[in-house]
Every structure is written in structure tokens, then in C-alpha cells.
């Protein structure tokens, strides 16, 4: 258990629908992340987040939009997805990103099946 | 942006042997050089890191080495067991950005 929690583990949606993922922190960390992981390629960063204020948005479609109400809770909404968006989608937080980078502590991942 | 190899992609080796995976990166900003874990199904985790004022860093069997004059740095797993079988990431970064490398297959048979 590394204090970060992700939820739901497992989803599985059709391109029409809207769902949610949500990841929470236990740490006290001030800067969150969404990471894409897929078997082609290794993980991607999507979001990335520090107090609340999105710091990092790298070309991720408009199809996916983070939301971060405060510093330990961390949300990914979907909708219209594409199979190809089907992968594991990895939460991770940090202590502070304005100190440098140091070590990313991760959720266990949502794994996505986009019909 | 920062370009990440790892090499090699796939590596197995029995039980007791040394492993060694290099990382190549092109940003010459990076101070931050560490190595991840994932074992099948399970999260990332850190295993170790250096910073870019240090050259080398052990624990235990697992060391780090860097050399920022070639941008690279190798993780280095002595009397590998079957635990070690996981996939490794390099992560070098700057200021506030990891990038991943493409990962490093280990299998490890007894």
C-alpha cells in the first residue's frame, strides 16, 4: 500500500458513454499526475497537477478532462473514447514538483476496455 | 523534449547472474536519474535514483551508476534472483518532468 488509492480497478464502457476515475492520496503530497500506460508504449504523461492548479497538459485529447477539487483527490472524466484509448491509467502523486523531481508514488491503476 | 532509450528491451539471465540496464537521454538539464520497478499487474514502484551530483549509489544488490558527460546511467542487479523479474523503467528528469524510458523485460530463471 503506498497511500495512493484508485478507483474503479477495473472499467469497461462503450464509446457513447461517461464515466470517471478517481484516484485520492494519503501522503500529503502537493502535485498529482495522470499517466497512460498501454502495451505499445511506455507510460505517458497526461496531466499533471500541483495545489489544486493544473501545471502540465501534454496534447491529450479533449475527450479526457482531469479535475483536481483539492491536493489529495485527483479525477480523470471520459467520454467518447476511442478503443485505442483502452489502457491503464495510473495515478501517481509526488511531494512538491516547485523543489524538483523526486520520487513518484503510484496507485494500482484503472484499466480501461473501450468497446 | 527529452529523448529516453533503454537498453536492452528484453533481458534474461539465470539465477545468480548480474544484470545491467543502460539508459541514454539527450536532455543535458536532467538532474534526476531514477529507476522503477513493475512487477506483472502491479504498480510502478521506485527502486533506486541519483542525483546528478553523486556518480554512483549501491543498496544492496542494486546500484545506479551515472555519467552525465555521455547522458546515461545503468541500473546494475548482482546475484539476481526470480524475484527480480519485473519490467524497469528509467525516469530521467529536470526540473519538474520525469520521462519515461520503454521499459526493460527481466526474466530471471531459477
Known amino acids: 500500500e503506498t497511500g495512493v488509492t484508485q478507483t474503479p480497478r477495473h472499467l469497461v464502457m462503450g464509446m457513447t458513454n461517461k464515466k470517471s476515475l478517481k484516484c485520492e492520496q494519503h501522503?500529503?503530497?502537493?502535485?498529482m499526475y495522470w499517466y497512460k500506460q498501454s502495451a505499445k508504449k511506455p507510460l505517458e504523461l497526461m496531466f499533471v497537477y500541483s495545489l489544486e492548479e493544473r501545471v502540465e497538459n501534454n496534447s491529450v485529447p479533449s475527450r479526457f478532462s482531469p479535475e483536481c477539487p483539492n491536493s489529495s483527490h485527483l479525477f480523470l472524466h471520459l467520454h467518447t473514447l476511442q478503443p485505442e484509448d483502452s489502457a491503464l491509467y495510473l495515478c501517481?502523486?509526488?511531494?512538491?514538483?516547485?523543489?524538483?523531481?523526486?520520487?513518484?508514488?503510484f496507485g494500482e491503476g484503472s484499466r480501461l476496455t473501450v468497446l | 523534449g527529452e529523448n529516453v532509450e533503454q537498453h536492452p528491451s528484453t533481458l534474461s539471465v539465470q539465477e545468480g547472474d548480474s544484470a545491467v540496464i543502460k539508459c541514454t537521454y539527450s536532455d543535458s538539464a536532467s538532474n534526476y536519474f531514477p529507476w522503477y520497478k513493475q512487477e506483472l499487474g502491479k504498480r510502478p514502484q521506485l527502486i533506486i535514483d541519483?542525483?546528478?551530483?553523486?556518480g554512483e549509489k549501491k543498496d544492496q544488490r542494486i546500484a545506479v551508476t551515472l555519467n552525465k558527460t555521455a547522458k546515461h546511467f545503468s541500473l546494475h542487479i548482482t546475484e539476481t534472483q526470480p524475484e527480480d523479474s519485473a519490467v524497469y523503467f528509467c525516469a530521467p528528469a529536470g526540473f519538474q518532468k520525469l520521462v519515461f524510458g520503454t521499459g526493460t523485460r527481466l526474466l530471471v530463471s531459477p
Open positions: 501522503l500529503g503530497h502537493n502535485a
Open positions: 541519483i542525483r546528478s551530483n553523486v
Open positions: 501517481a502523486s509526488s511531494q512538491a514538483i516547485d523543489r524538483g523531481a523526486g520520487e513518484l508514488f
